[in-house]
């Protein structure tokens, strides 16, 4: 937890270096510093991740009625987050034809 | 689906895994009765709008439990196989994600949050529509004001020059729903089809769009029959001491029909009425009214390769106005089709069997049809605008105890002349 946090804290501070740096004309080292950490990072960090329901993208946050009438569910609730995971999920997409 | 739901029993009761199924189709009541028949006992969801842009289905995803998809190639006979469930995402213990997820889309984020009466056309109102009919509405008593509202708005946002073809799916949708609804319109389901068939020119490989139109279309378009296992399902269910789920929208002929090739079987239907001696509907006793939904293979680029056909969905009106009823213990309806030259009509006599057991009812008779361009002995087919006619036979009262009469009521039907129609 805590390699993890400092992890974190460290991309976000070169980022906020990075953007300080832009800010004030100095982008070239700064991108510089950022991507020679990027060079770092494990394979699975991924910095814009895209939401859909192909392999590696992650669940769209959109909420659907059920079809037994008992309400709706929303499809984030269904992830987890840093603190506590959700569960496992099949997601299956069909039609009765 | 129902080998993923046996395939993971154990693992649901375990609660070492959650499955949720979502459904892709138009009327829900439909998946309900498949999910009581099969015995699913996990939630589904309803998108019949494709608010979660597929494109096909059937897709399975394993989604880990900070919402990341680990794969969609699964097969439910490999739970415990190398590369199964098991493997791939039930045994592995995932990171949580190192980042900040980025904002959702506007339909994503705000479709349950629009108040107020936005202007049609705008993204609010355009959510507020879809909100409408997705989640329903919380007034209740007359919702006519809201289905017209939500359809205008969505015919407005798909109007626009630079609108989507998912845009003109949604709009075919709402306007199919509110056909199944008490607030029906007769142009609706004709529309439906339209916007439906505009919007799979604009993306033909997508094939949730196109199986919406094959619904209602001709046989020579079926990629299987749709639901020939309603019937099936009633009587299991039924078998079991349970009350199978009630189809609120009947299924049409299409929908039950399997695929089926050119060649006609029906050679000795007779005419019933071939010199017009029944008299004619006057007063306008009984609406008739058309639907033409298109061979998916004709829209878009690469029409008049496919075999050109078409299905015509007829609805038959007994007059409210007239307080007009059939009078089912006289006999059922008839229709005749008279095919234009150059097309032909599968089959040109239908009996509409009165729908209940009563002696009188005024219920909307539907009945759809197959029409099938043929090439004539040269091997050409026929092509320019063509119109089918037909009569209606009746029998029908006006009133409790007032005028009854076997009345002929004739119609005409544009056939589609174009790949768009």
Redesign the interface.
């Known amino acids: 937890m805590g390699l993890r946090f400092f992890y974190s804290y460290s991309i976000a501070m070169i980022r906020a270096f990075s953007l300080v740096c832009l800010t004030l004309g100095l982008g070239l080292p700064a991108q510089a510093a950022f991507q020679d950490s990027a060079a770092t990072l494990p394979v699975e960090v991924q910095e814009a991740p895209t939401r859909g329901f192909s392999q590696g993208q992650f669940l769209p946050d959109v909420e659907l009625p059920r079809i037994d009438g008992k309400g709706t569910i929303r499809l984030r609730d269904l992830m987890g987050d840093f603190e506590k995971p959700g569960k496992k999920l099949l997601l299956i997409h069909f039609a009765s034809w | 689906?129902p080998v993923?739901h046996a395939a993971?029993k154990e693992l649901r009761e375990s609660?070492?895994?959650?499955?949720?199924?979502?459904?892709?189709?138009q009327h829900?009541?439909?998946?309900?009765?498949?999910?009581q028949w099969q015995g699913f006992d996990w939630?589904?969801?309803?998108?019949a709008f494709n608010?979660?842009?597929?494109s096909a289905?059937?897709?399975?995803?394993?989604?880990?439990?900070?919402?990341?998809?680990?794969?969609?190639?699964l097969r439910p006979n490999q739970i415990d196989e190398p590369g199964g469930?098991r493997a791939v995402?039930?045994d592995p213990a995932f990171?949580?994600?190192?980042?900040v997820?980025?904002p959702?889309s506007l339909l994503?984020?705000g479709?349950?949050k629009v108040v107020g009466d936005p202007a049609p056309g705008t993204p609010l109102a355009t959510l507020q529509s879809l909100a409408f009919f997705?989640?329903?509405s919380r007034a209740e008593g007359d919702l006519s004001a809201s289905f017209e509202r939500g359809v205008n708005s969505l015919r407005a946002w798909a109007a626009r020059p630079e609108a989507l073809p998912a845009d003109l799916f949604r709009l075919g949708v709402a306007l199919r729903l509110r056909y199944d609804s008490p607030y029906a319109q007769e142009s609706d389901f004709q529309e439906s089809l339209d916007a439906w068939s505009q919007a799979l020119a604009g993306n033909p490989s997508q094939y949730i769009w196109r199986?919406r139109i094959q619904?209602w279309g001709p046989r020579l378009d079926k990629p299987?029959p749709?639901?020939n296992?309603v019937d099936q399902a009633v009587q299991e269910v039924t078998a079991r001491g349970e009350v199978p789920v009630a189809l609120r929208v009947p299924l049409t002929g299409s929908e039950r029909a399997a695929r089926k090739g050119s060649k006609s079987a029906d050679a000795a239907a007779v005419e019933p009425d071939p010199e017009a001696e029944i008299p004619r509907d006057e007063s306008g006793w009984l609406a008739v009214s058309a639907a033409v939904a298109p061979h998916s293979g004709d829209i878009g680029k690469g029409a008049g390769k496919a075999a050109a056909a078409a299905r015509v969905h007829l609805s038959l009106t007994p007059s409210a106005e007239a307080s007009v009823h059939w009078t089912n213990d006289a006999g059922a309806s008839v229709v005749w089709l008279d095919a234009p030259a150059g097309w032909r009509v599968e089959p040109a006599l239908h009996e509409l069997v009165p729908a209940g057991a009563s002696a009188t009812s005024s219920e909307v008779r539907r009945l759809d049809f197959g029409v099938v361009r043929v090439p004539d002995a040269g091997g050409e087919a026929a092509s320019g605008p063509a119109v089918l006619r037909g009569y209606v036979l009746a029998y029908l009262c006006s009133g409790e105890d007032g005028e009854c009469s076997y009345l002929r009521r004739e119609f005409e039907v544009e056939l589609p002349t174009s790949p768009n129609k």
């Open positions: 689906m993923w993971t609660g070492e895994l959650t499955v949720i199924g979502i459904v892709q189709e829900p009541e439909r998946a309900k009765l498949f999910a939630p589904i969801l309803w998108d608010l979660l842009d597929l289905v059937p897709i399975v995803c394993a989604v880990d439990e900070y919402g990341q998809v680990r794969s969609t190639r469930l995402l039930l990171e949580p994600p190192k980042f997820a980025p959702e994503h984020q479709l349950a997705v989640y329903g199986r619904q299987y749709f639901y296992w």
